[in-house]
């Protein structure tokens, strides 16, 4: 058989509720056309983000129900330390709330005025924790990652060339850290080779800089490399992820994509001195080492979900899910990012909607007039997320790309689910010359994505 169907069937439901056209139109404008500020319930299909959407098994369901509640010492600790442990190797492992509460404590030890941290590239929330100390965050993607149609799927990978420049007449002292995001969430979702996983080892080595992964999505990267890398295609996804985190000295994961669960993270490393100080700030701000701002059954549900993601009928479907989405929506004549990552597919609103300058946000266009159409709730990469405003001529400078991410909860939407998003699209498509702009009416001082107020704004005419 060729199909590759969904390895699982569905015990528990959540109604979806419908809505009308007028209805959307309202919400969106009550919203100020911003789809963080839409309530869930008057949302569709919610392809917001995979972070803690996903759904939980009948085991990890069930692993809740046994968990143990001790605030020292619980089992339910001891059990995902030996998960963690087991896969990553490194032995001190520390629960956390969510990825960036690990990223808060990291970064408050190591960074600071004076400091630089390179990256691939850096998540919106690592490098914010990374800025709030003062230190610097260093992007240094291939040079590749944004040529949207290049064949080359590791387009995640760090650019070794510039890590060695940068590294090489960095001031001593002044790289407390070096990371790596797999996979990388900010260009499309594209995963890391083995080879420059190693090859950016051998770099940190070389200067003495101790190397994290940023692991949220590690199974996933995992995945690409058993598919894809020469050497490694067909291996066990175990030993590839076991390769992946002993090139590293230890890592920061948000447990809420490749660990299964709703809410969760861990920080794992072998450092004994850098272990001592994480774990007195953690008791600071999240709690006991133990349990670290997570209830017991939390970290069994954990312990559970990261047994499961390895599976590779997990995986396969995973990826046909995606490529199936990406591959029908560029049969209607929709740009994406390809090969398209396994968390999400990413539509290039820029090249999709031509006749809205980036100023007037062609990807936040997308997501509004998605919403109305389908009640589909996407979110804009691009210039409203990452662009800003000139403060001396008050005018726009764009982000480098404008995308709209549809990022796939785990375990959640089927494929007609998805062939109502491709309908959608094909609508869209249609029509695309009407879309409006959109301007900014109310902007925070930083992450003006979230709570940004904005309106349409007709597109002027090009001459
Ligand atoms: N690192 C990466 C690569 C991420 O994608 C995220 C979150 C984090 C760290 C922070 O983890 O949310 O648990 O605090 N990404 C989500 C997203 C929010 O929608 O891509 P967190």
Same mark, same amino acid.
């Given at each position: 058989?060729?199909?590759?169907?969904?390895?699982?069937?569905?015990?528990?439901?959540?109604?979806?509720?419908?809505?009308?056209?007028?209805?959307?139109?309202?919400?969106?404008?009550?919203?100020?056309?911003?789809?963080?500020?839409?309530?869930?319930?008057?949302?569709?299909?919610?392809?917001?983000?995979?972070?803690?959407?996903?759904?939980?098994?009948?085991?990890?369901?069930?692993?809740?129900?046994?968990?143990?509640?001790?605030?020292?010492?619980?089992?339910?600790?001891?059990?995902?330390?030996?998960?963690?442990?087991?896969?990553?190797?490194?032995?001190?492992?520390?629960?956390?709330?969510?990825?960036?509460?690990?990223?808060?404590?990291?970064?408050?030890?190591?960074?600071?005025?004076?400091?630089?941290?390179?990256?691939?590239?850096?998540?919106?929330?690592?490098?914010?924790?990374?800025?709030?100390?003062?230190?610097?965050?260093?992007?240094?993607?291939?040079?590749?990652?944004?040529?949207?149609?290049?064949?080359?799927?590791?387009?995640?990978?760090?650019?070794?060339?510039?890590?060695?420049?940068?590294?090489?007449?960095?001031?001593?002292?002044?790289?407390?850290?070096?990371?790596?995001?797999?996979?990388?969430?900010?260009?499309?979702?594209?995963?890391?080779?083995?080879?420059?996983?190693?090859?950016?080892?051998?770099?940190?080595?070389?200067?003495?800089?101790?190397?994290?992964?940023?692991?949220?999505?590690?199974?996933?990267?995992?995945?690409?490399?058993?598919?894809?890398?020469?050497?490694?295609?067909?291996?066990?996804?175990?030993?590839?992820?076991?390769?992946?985190?002993?090139?590293?000295?230890?890592?920061?994961?948000?447990?809420?994509?490749?660990?299964?669960?709703?809410?969760?993270?861990?920080?794992?490393?072998?450092?004994?001195? /850098?272990?001592?100080?994480?774990?007195?700030?953690?008791?600071?701000?999240?709690?006991?080492?133990?349990?670290?701002?997570?209830?017991?059954?939390?970290?069994?549900?954990?312990?559970?979900?990261?047994?499961?993601?390895?599976?590779?009928?997990?995986?396969?479907?995973?990826?046909?899910?995606?490529?199936?989405?990406?591959?029908?929506?560029?049969?209607?004549?929709?740009?994406?990012?390809?090969?398209?990552?396994?968390?999400?597919?990413?539509?290039?609103?820029?090249?999709? /909607?031509?006749?809205?300058?980036?100023?007037?946000?062609?990807?936040?266009?997308?997501?509004?007039?998605?919403?109305?159409?389908?009640?589909?709730?996407?979110?804009?990469?691009?210039?409203?997320?990452?662009?800003?405003?000139?403060?001396?001529?008050?005018?726009?400078?764009?982000?480098?790309?404008?995308?709209?991410?549809?990022?796939?909860?785990?375990?959640?939407?089927?494929?007609?689910?998805?062939?109502?998003?491709?309908?959608?699209?094909?609508?869209?498509?249609?029509?695309?010359?009407? /879309?409006?702009?959109?301007?900014?009416?109310?902007?925070?001082?930083?992450?003006?994505?979230?709570?940004?107020?904005?309106?349409?704004?007709?597109?002027?005419?090009?001459?």
């Amino acid at each position: 058989m060729k199909t590759i169907i969904e390895p699982f069937r569905i015990k528990t439901v959540e109604p979806i509720r419908m809505t009308s056209r007028e209805e959307r139109e309202r919400a969106l404008r009550a919203a100020h056309y911003n789809l963080f500020s839409l309530h869930a319930r008057d949302v569709m299909i919610d392809l917001l983000t995979d972070s803690g959407t996903g759904a939980m098994s009948t085991e990890q369901w069930a692993a809740m129900m046994t968990a143990d509640e001790s605030y020292a010492g619980s089992s339910s600790f001891t059990e995902l330390a030996e998960v963690v442990r087991d896969l990553t190797g490194y032995r001190h492992v520390f629960p956390v709330h969510q990825g960036r509460a690990a990223e808060r404590i990291l970064f408050q030890l190591l960074g600071g005025p004076g400091k630089v941290i390179p990256n691939n590239t850096h998540f919106d929330t690592t490098r914010a924790n990374i800025e709030f100390t003062g230190a610097q965050a260093l992007d240094l993607p291939a040079v590749d990652a944004h040529d949207l149609s290049a064949p080359r799927p590791f387009r995640g990978d760090m650019d070794i060339v510039r890590l060695e420049a940068f590294l090489a007449s960095a001031p001593p002292g002044s790289v407390p850290i070096g990371l790596l995001t797999v996979t990388n969430n900010a260009v499309g979702g594209l995963p890391v080779s083995m080879a420059n996983i190693a090859a950016t080892a051998a770099m940190y080595r070389r200067h003495g800089v101790p190397f994290f992964l940023d692991a949220a999505r590690f199974a996933e990267n995992a995945w690409w490399i058993h598919r894809s890398e020469p050497g490694f295609i067909g291996r066990s996804l175990k030993s590839i992820v076991r390769e992946m985190f002993r090139h590293a000295d230890g890592c920061l994961v948000s447990a809420k994509k490749d660990g299964l669960v709703n809410i969760g993270g861990f920080c794992a490393m072998n450092d004994d001195a /850098l272990a001592d100080r994480f774990r007195q700030l953690l008791i600071l701000t999240e709690g006991f080492p133990t349990y670290g701002g997570l209830s017991g059954r939390d970290m069994a549900a954990l312990a559970q979900g990261l047994r499961e993601v390895l599976d590779p009928d997990y995986l396969a479907y995973r990826a046909a899910a995606a490529q199936y989405l990406a591959a029908r929506l560029r049969d209607v004549g929709v740009p994406t990012v390809h090969p398209p990552g396994l968390h999400a597919v990413y539509v290039d609103a820029r090249a999709f /909607l031509p006749h809205i300058p980036p100023a007037l946000l062609p990807g936040q266009s997308l997501c509004c007039e998605l919403y109305c159409t389908a009640g589909i709730r996407a979110v804009e990469i691009g210039t409203l997320m990452f662009g800003r405003t000139d403060p001396d001529t008050g005018s726009a400078i764009p982000a480098q790309l404008d995308l709209v991410r549809l990022t796939l909860p785990r375990r959640v939407y089927t494929q007609s689910h998805f062939d109502w998003v491709i309908e959608a699209f094909a609508d869209i498509a249609a029509r695309r010359s009407e /879309l409006p702009g959109y301007a900014i009416r109310k902007e925070p001082p930083f992450l003006r994505a979230f709570t940004a107020q904005l309106e349409p704004v007709p597109v002027p005419a090009r001459v």
